[in-house]
Every structure is written in C-alpha cells, then in structure tokens.
C-alpha cells in the first residue's frame, strides 16, 4: 500500500508559480504511473499531468501543456509538478495518485489534495 501526501499548495496571483510535490510512502516500482489530478469548485476531478516512475516519460492535458512540469526524484520517492504561468481557472485542489499497473487500469492510492487558488 501507497500513502501519498501532497503540500505546496496555496494562493496565487494570475502569473504566478507554485510547486506541488506528493511525497509517497511504500514501494514505487518502475511500472508505477504517477498522476497529478485536480477538481475545481463544482466540477469533475480532472487529469492534469502524469509521470511514469522507471522511464519518467510524461503525459500532459492540453491545460496543462507548455505552463506545468511534472517530474519526480527516485531518492526522495516525491513527484512535483511545476506550475507556471497560473490563471484563475487553475483555482482547484489537487490531487495526486497512483497506478500500479503502468498506463492503464484504475488508480490504486490517492492523496488528500491540496487547494490551489490563483486571484486575478
């Protein structure tokens, strides 16, 4: 079993930066794909980035491409995701997850989110 933990969250001004990072505890194998998810206020959760743990090759929603950045660091078992350029649509919580079974299949672990809010 995974615990994931999120942090980094905040509140922004339209323009701004944040980093995420999802600290994960227990085993990450190289199959494992990383996800970054967020629901803004009375909307769908909604799939932003992704990582594969072995290779690190990335997946990204068209919202996200060309502002965010994911990427993970194997010593510290932590995936980031670098946000840029923030626009008040960004405003939601994040989450991030994990799937043990590579780029298909449901999402084993969650963790509990953390609020992202961008003022215009």
């Known amino acids: 079993q995974v615990r994931l933990v999120e942090s980094g969250g905040g509140l922004v001004q339209a323009g701004g930066s944040l980093r995420l990072s999802c600290a994960a505890s227990?085993?990450?194998?190289?199959?494992?794909?990383m996800g970054w998810f967020r629901q803004p206020p009375g909307k769908e959760r909604e799939f932003v980035a992704g990582?594969?743990?072995?290779?690190?090759?990335?997946q990204y929603a068209d919202s996200a491409k060309g502002r965010f950045v994911i990427s993970r660091d194997n010593a510290k078992n932590t995936v980031y995701l670098q946000m840029n350029s923030l626009k008040p649509e960004d405003t939601a919580v994040y989450y991030c997850?994990?799937?043990?079974?590579?780029?298909?299949?449901?999402?084993?672990?969650w963790g509990q989110g953390t609020q992202v809010t961008v003022s215009s």
């Open positions: 997850a994990a799937r043990s079974s590579g780029y298909v299949g449901a999402y084993d672990n």
């Open positions: 990582i594969r743990w072995g290779s690190a090759t990335t």
């Open positions: 227990g085993p990450i194998f190289s199959s494992y794909f």
